[in-house]
């Protein structure tokens, strides 16, 4: 499957311990990540990512577009509530371009965590019949 994984600035150390915590499922899959958080995440697990342009040039753009194309399974999302930026069109985009086409998405560490343990157990093998 195709995990999405984008982090607000506040949420980047976040974001690469929980890559770190969840390695072995995460290299059964391909990874797309917007640019600094890819990066952050190869450096910590070794693993190969996808790296798409920073979010704040366009990285999101490209994520949303790609959850609106069915080429996206999951995204991870770790969004800073008590950043203003986390309101901005892009951001609220993936967002909905998520709920548009079924795909789950988590926007906090205990989501995150839950839909990891999921797609490991092969729950979110619905995907693949969606597709």
Sequence with gaps: MNIGLIAND?????????????????AKHELYATGTTGRLIE????LPVHLLLSGHVGGEQQMSAM???NQIDLVIFLRDP?????EWPDIKKVIRQCDVHNVPLATNIASAEILLK???????DWREMYK
């Design 118 to 124: 999921s797609l490991d157990r092969g729950d979110l």
């Design 67 to 69: 959850v609106e194309q």
């Design 43 to 46: 450096e910590a697990t070794g």
């Design 10 to 26: 506040g949420k980047k150390k976040l974001m690469q311990n929980c890559a770190v915590a969840y390695r072995g499922i995460l």
């Design 82 to 86: 008590d950043n203003q930026k986390t």
